[in-house]
C-alpha cells in the first residue's frame, strides 16, 4: 500500500521534493491543493508539471476514505459516515453554532473502553486511525461546511485518543501549521476517559490543546459501572493527574458529565462533584444522556437537569450544559457508524 502523502509534515514533504530535484517550495503548492483548496487528486494539481504529479501519483496515496452516508439535522448538525480502505466505518460530525463551527472527529474505528453509555464501544476496537485519516476526516467536514468553514476540531467522535496517541498528536501538529489548515492549539480538543499516562504525556508536549476528561461520576463504585476505564485509573489517581497537568500547563480542564436519570445525578452527586472538584481550575459540562447503545438508561427531566447545574453553581463550580445537537440524526458518539455497520451487515446476510 501507498504511504498517504497527509502523514507527511510539510518539511518532509519538502524533503521528499528535494530528493526528486524538485524546488523545495512546491510542497507549500502542493499542500495548498490538498488543505485550502480540499483538492484529492493529484491530476488536478495544474500548477505542478505532469511528470511531477505522476511521480506523485505513483508515490504517494491521497484519499483514503471514501464518504458513504450523510445526514443533516434541522438544526444545520450534519453527520458523514466514512469508510476506510479497509472497510471499518466511522463517523464524523459538522457542527455550526453561533460563531463556531465544530467538527468532531473520531481518532479510532471502534473503541476498546466499553462504556456502558456508548455506542462506540459496541463492538470492541478495530484499530487505531491513521494520522492521514484524521485529516482527512477533518477535510470532509470542511468540504460539507457551510463556505468550507472550521474553526474548531473536539476529538470527541469515536475512539480514546489517548489510545492512539502518536498519530493524533501528528495530526494535531500539521493541522496547526500555516501550510495547511492552520487551526490553532487553543481551538482543538482532545477527550480521554482518563487515561492517566496520556493525560501526564499531553502535559509535556507543550501544546495549547483543551483538555476534556469524561468524568460522569464522583463515586468509584457508579463510574466503574458506567466506565470499565475506572477499575485501571480510579478517581483520586485520575484527579490527582488532572491537578498535576493544571499545575504544569497553566491550563484549565474540562470536565464532561453525562447525566443519566437514577444514576449520577441526584443532588448526592452533585455534593460528591464539588467536594472533588471545589479549588480546582475546571469547567464542568453537563450532558444529559443521549439515547445510545444496547441499555436502559434515559436522561433526567429538564427540572432535574437544572436542579443540578444549579447546584454545582451555587457551590462555586464553573459549569456549562450542553446543547443538544442533532438528536433526528443520531447524533450521539457512535449511533449512526452502528447503524451502518448493522445495515451493511443486514445488507449482506440477505445477499
Ligand atoms: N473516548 C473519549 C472521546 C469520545 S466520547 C472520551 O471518553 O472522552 C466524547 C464524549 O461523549 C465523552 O464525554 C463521552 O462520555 C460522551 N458520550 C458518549 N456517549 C454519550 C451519550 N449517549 N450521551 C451523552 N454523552 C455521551
Redesign the pocket.
Same mark, same amino acid.
Request: net charge negative.
Given at each position: 500500500m501507498l504511504k498517504n502523502i497527509k502523514e507527511l509534515t510539510p518539511k518532509e514533504l519538502g524533503d521528499v521534493l528535494s530528493d526528486w530535484n524538485e524546488p523545495r517550495f512546491r510542497a507549500d503548492q502542493i499542500f495548498s491543493w490538498i488543505y485550502k483548496n480540499g483538492v484529492l487528486d493529484f491530476n488536478r494539481m495544474s500548477n505542478l508539471s505532469p511528470s511531477l504529479r505522476k511521480r506523485l501519483k505513483e508515490g504517494f496515496s491521497i484519499l483514503d476514505l471514501e464518504l458513504i452516508k450523510k445526514l443533516e439535522s434541522s438544526d444545520g448538525t450534519q453527520k458523514l459516515i466514512l469508510r476506510t480502505e479497509d472497510k471499518n466505518i466511522i463517523e464524523v460530525a459538522v457542527i455550526p453554532t453561533d460563531q463556531r463551527v465544530t467538527g468532531c472527529i473520531s481518532s479510532q474505528a471502534g /473503541?476498546a473502553?466499553a #462504556?456502558s453509555? #456508548?455506542?462506540?464501544g459496541i463492538g470492541g476496537l478495530k484499530r487505531n486511525l491513521a494520522s492521514a485519516e484524521i485529516l482527512e476526516e477533518i477535510l470532509y467536514i470542511k468540504e460539507n461546511s457551510v463556505d468550507n468553514r472550521l474553526t474548531h476540531l473536539v476529538?470527541? +467522535? !469515536?475512539?480514546?485518543?489517548m489510545d492512539n496517541y502518536d498519530n493524533v498528536m501528528k495530526a494535531i501538529r500539521i493541522i496547526n501549521s500555516p501550510e495547511t489548515l492552520n487551526i490553532g492549539a487553543r481551538r482543538i480538543t482532545i477527550? !480521554? #476517559?482518563g487515561i492517566i499516562p496520556g493525560i501526564k504525556r499531553l502535559s509535556g508536549e507543550g501544546l495549547q490543546v483543551e483538555l476534556?476528561?469524561?468524568l460522569?461520576s464522583p463515586d468509584d463504585l457508579v463510574r466503574s459501572q458506567l466506565m470499565p476505564v475506572n477499575k485501571k485509573y480510579p478517581l483520586k489517581n485520575l484527579i490527582l493527574a488532572c491537578k498535576e497537568y493544571i499545575q504544569k500547563t497553566n491550563r484549565q480542564v474540562t470536565f464532561?458529565y /453525562?447525566l443519566v436519570e437514577g444514576i449520577n445525578s441526584g443532588l448526592p452527586e452533585a455534593q460528591k462533584l464539588v467536594t472533588m472538584l471545589l479549588g480546582l481550575n475546571c469547567k464542568v459540562n453537563l450532558?444529559p444522556?443521549?439515547?445510545?447503545?444496547e441499555n436502559n438508561f434515559a436522561p433526567p427531566g429538564k427540572i432535574k437537569v437544572l436542579l443540578f447545574r444549579d447546584y454545582l453553581i451555587k457551590h462555586g463550580l464553573n459549569v456549562t450544559l450542553r446543547k443538544e445537537r442533532g438528536r433526528d440524526i443520531d447524533a450521539? #458518539? +457512535?449511533q449512526l457508524r452502528l447503524r451502518t455497520q448493522n445495515e451493511r451487515s443486514e445488507n449482506k446476510n440477505n445477499a
Open positions: /473503541c473502553w #462504556c453509555f #456508548c455506542a462506540s476529538f470527541m +467522535g !469515536t475512539g480514546e485518543p477527550s !480521554t #476517559c476534556s476528561v469524561s460522569h464532561e /453525562c450532558i444522556f443521549n439515547p445510545a447503545g450521539a #458518539c +457512535g
